[in-house]
């Protein structure tokens, strides 16, 4: 029953490095002081068995609270904590600052029976709440767990930093991996250097302005990434040269070149977070990778660069599993198709991956012919090596659609097409037609080889929903094209049908939701690539994203504009009402993009000067609006934003914005060719972002409000005309005749 911790000089050094850390808490901050009160006397009303005295080991802990017990009632109190962890990340943020203390002095919170103490509770003969204080309790706990579901991220990550790497569990060294791919310093790295990078990387912060991390002409023995402050770099006879900030890293060079230190660095404000990596390690991981790398060479050239990988999902070489970092187009294709499993029904993500961005490194004038092979390859090929270009050019049909019929190239490679047509007793027909059939040439050509004389319909049955194309449509291969005379004939066979007709869709439920969502349907992933590399070089356009970003300003400008054009000052508080409530019915519906423009509309400077309108909304509306507000902050990469994506389900209308941010971001923190080799790693991360907006749409939106078949011709009109003044200084003016400036 006695434990007994043995000393270890690394383990003793992290509890040192963490303990002077938390002395950066020693005085609690006025919001967390609170909200630990609020926590403690909410507890104490509703379940005030929770805190007691507790017996452990003949030993009595005085006035405790159990880790176990305190996640499963935190989760209890509110809808906006979805997991365990989640919860664990909350009172972390407590623990940090000492208003929650563990009784031997732990300096993580952990899920488990272990005791825990409030700070009003560790003096004898703490107060229980008054009836006043029992009653503001009740009032602010669902905004003080607010609070700390937004800080919660944050703390939890800064605790599975301070772990010795050796005492991190796999899913610590998940969420340090997620954390790493958002950091700019690192955009360039591979995906395997950033997983082992998870596995050391050590937390180090620094609390006072001014503090020397090093100085120059010293040895070089860490590589340090700012996760939050900013320093100035200074060298002797220059001062400060540059200032660095979150994101940025330095300290690399001296550690490649084994050189001392170039400069010296300074802290520029207080409270400096940073991530670092010692010498030791990062020669280690340069090592690993050096190792782990597969080189194929033709005349003295490398033309494809193999990385082993941590995924048994990946190609096999020699029984080990590696994937594909660059290499020449040709090169890289033919790697794929040797190492295609034709016995799996699933596309390989790098055979994806290679379909989705070929337009960036291999045009279809080039890609044609590699897959045709050379008049010797086609004689040679064998009948698997023609199944596994089919299920390619499958693939590529899929992806890239009608764009295939668009150039001369692609339209000889794909000359006809073979079609399967279902009856509806499932016996099938089968037709041969060029590749640009249009829906009326399928359905004559069914109605010919079948002798029927009745108009037919023709039907797309999907598993997960078929997607049309206007006048002609592309299936996938988990499709199945039936036909039929009438609707009914399938309407209790096969019930998850999706007919798709030759005639317009109909109207949408609400239109100002459908003119909003109609865009994301037919927004390409092709164009977000587009977009990415420049249309001029892909000689491509991308009107439908166009027209989708130039819709997020208008609905931006459009909320300044009514509220800056309504000169009655209780009419402006009904405006910002409505158009709170809108914020969260577009939330509601997840149509995310829509609800970051009205938010960003009313948190313009022409709408948020405006404060005798805000002081008169009512403070209901003043919360919705503050948590609506957290969810835009930009820290730490958008963070809040994406833990909320996260967990939502699809059909998602993402921030557009932010997801070619993060394209943009790829692309111009990584080459596109390295040593005259394509760079994969590049195309994948690309690929990855642009999977979201797959993801996104991966299920059809069905409303399940009673109003959704209410439509209003005059609100339909509006919302597609929508009136807006987009001068911000036009805009400024206004919002300044409405409330001049208090002198």
């Known amino acids: 029953g006695i434990a007994v911790d043995l000393w270890c000089p690394a383990l003793c050094s992290y509890k040192v490095l963490a303990t002077t850390w938390l002395q950066e808490f020693s005085v609690p901050s006025e919001k967390i002081l609170r909200a630990g009160k609020i926590l403690r006397n909410a507890i104490l009303s509703r379940a005030p068995h929770m805190i007691r005295d507790r017996k452990y080991h003949l030993k009595t802990y005085r006035q405790c609270c159990v880790g176990t017990e305190l996640v499963d009632w935190q989760m209890q ?58 009653q503001e309790s009740q009032e602010e706990l ?17 605790m599975i930093l301070r772990k010795h790497p050796s005492e991190r569990t796999a899913d610590d060294l998940e969420i340090i991996y997620e954390e790493l791919l958002h950091i700019k310093a690192l955009s360039h790295l591979s995906t395997t250097v950033k997983r082992e ?49 979150e994101g ?32 030791e390690d990062f020669n280690t991981i340069l090592r690993d990778v050096e190792a782990n790398t597969v080189r194929l060479k033709e005349h003295g050239e490398d033309v494809l660069v193999l990385e082993k990988s941590l995924s ?132 004559g050509a069914v109605a010919d080889k079948l002798g029927s004389a009745e108009d037919l319909l023709l039907v797309n049955l999907s598993s997960a929903g078929g997607e049309s194309s206007g006048g002609y449509t592309l299936t996938k291969t988990e499709q199945m094209l039936f036909h039929c005379v009438h609707e009914v004939q399938l309407g209790g066979r096969v019930p998850l049908a ?26 390409l992933q092709l164009e977000l690539l587009y977009h990415t590399f420049g249309r001029q070089n892909v000689k491509k356009t991308t009107v439908n994203l166009d027209l989708f970003l130039r819709r997020f300003n208008e609905i931006q400008f459009w909320v300044i504009s009514e509220v800056c054009l309504c000169s009655q000052l209780s009419k402006r508080v009904q405006l910002l009402k409505k158009f709170i409530k809108i914020a969260a019915h577009c ?97 994948r991360m690309i690929a990855n972002t642009v999977k979201t907006m797959r993801h996104c749409r991966s299920q059809p939106f069905s409303p399940d409000s009673p109003l959704a078949s209410k439509t209003h011709p005059e609100v339909r009109t509006y919302v597609r005309q929508l009136n807006v003044i987009d001068n911000q200084r036009t805009l400024t003016q206004l919002s300044h005749e409405l409330e001049p400036r208090r002198s």
């Open 498 to 523: 999706e007919l798709i007709f030759v005639r317009c869709p109909p109207e949408g439920w609400q239109h100002s939701w459908c003119c909003s969502c109609v865009f994301p349907v037919s927004i």
């Open 142 to 158: 669902q905004d003080t767990l607010l609070l700390l579901s937004q800080v919660g991220p944050d703390a939890h990550m800064r």
């Open 587 to 683: 939330k509601e519906y997840r149509n995310l993009n829509a609800f970051f423009a009205v938010i960003m509309g009313l948190s313009n400077p022409a709408v948020s000067r405006l404060s005798q309108t805000w002081e008169k909304l009512p403070s209901k509306f003043k919360k919705f609006y503050s948590e609506f507000e957290n969810l835009m902050d930009p820290s730490r990469n958008h963070r809040a934003y994406r833990l909320t994506v996260a967990k939502l389900e699809p059909p998602i209308i993402p921030f557009m914005p932010l997801l070619i941010k993060d394209m943009t971001f790829t692309h111009e923190g990584n080459r596109t060719f390295i040593d005259s080799l394509v760079n994969f790693e590049k195309m």
């Open 312 to 443: 048994s999902s990946r190609t096999s070489v020699h029984g080990a599993s590696y994937k594909v970092m660059s290499g020449t187009p040709e090169k890289i294709l033919e790697h794929l198709l040797e190492m295609m499993r034709l016995d799996s029904q699933f596309t390989e993500s790098a055979l994806e991956d290679f379909v989705l961005m070929h337009c960036v490194f291999i045009p279809n004038s080039q890609l044609c012919p590699a897959l045709q092979g050379s008049e010797q390859e086609k004689l040679d090929y064998t009948l698997n090596n023609k199944r596994r270009v089919i299920r390619l050019v499958t693939q590529w049909a899929a992806v890239h659609g009608y764009q295939l019929q668009e150039e001369d190239a692609s339209v000889a490679f794909l000359q006809v097409i073979l079609f399967k047509v279902y009856c509806c007793d499932h016996t099938y027909t089968t037709i041969r037609v060029p590749v640009a059939t249009s829906v009326t040439e399928v359905t």
């Open 77 to 134: 109190q509110s809808s906006c904590i979805h997991s365990r962890i989640q919860a664990v990340g909350m009172w972390q943020v407590l623990l940090e600052e000492g208003v929650l203390n563990h009784v031997d002095q732990e300096l993580s919170f952990q899920d488990k029976y272990l005791f825990y103490r409030f700070l009003d509770d560790e003096q004898e003969g703490a107060p229980l709440p008054s009836e006043e204080e029992r």
């Open 248 to 279: 940025d890293d330095f300290g690399k060079l001296a550690l490649v070149n084994d050189a001392p230190r170039a400069a010296s660095i300074v802290l520029r404000e207080d409270n400096c977070h940073f991530l670092r990596v010692d010498k």
């Open 197 to 245: 990078l998870a596995g050391v990387l050590i937390f180090e912060s620094h609390a006072k302005t001014g503090t020397v991390l090093f100085s120059q002409g010293e040895e070089g023995t860490s590589w340090y990434i700012i996760l939050k402050g900013s320093v100035n770099v200074v060298i002797y006879g220059k001062g400060v040269v540059c200032t660095l900030h």
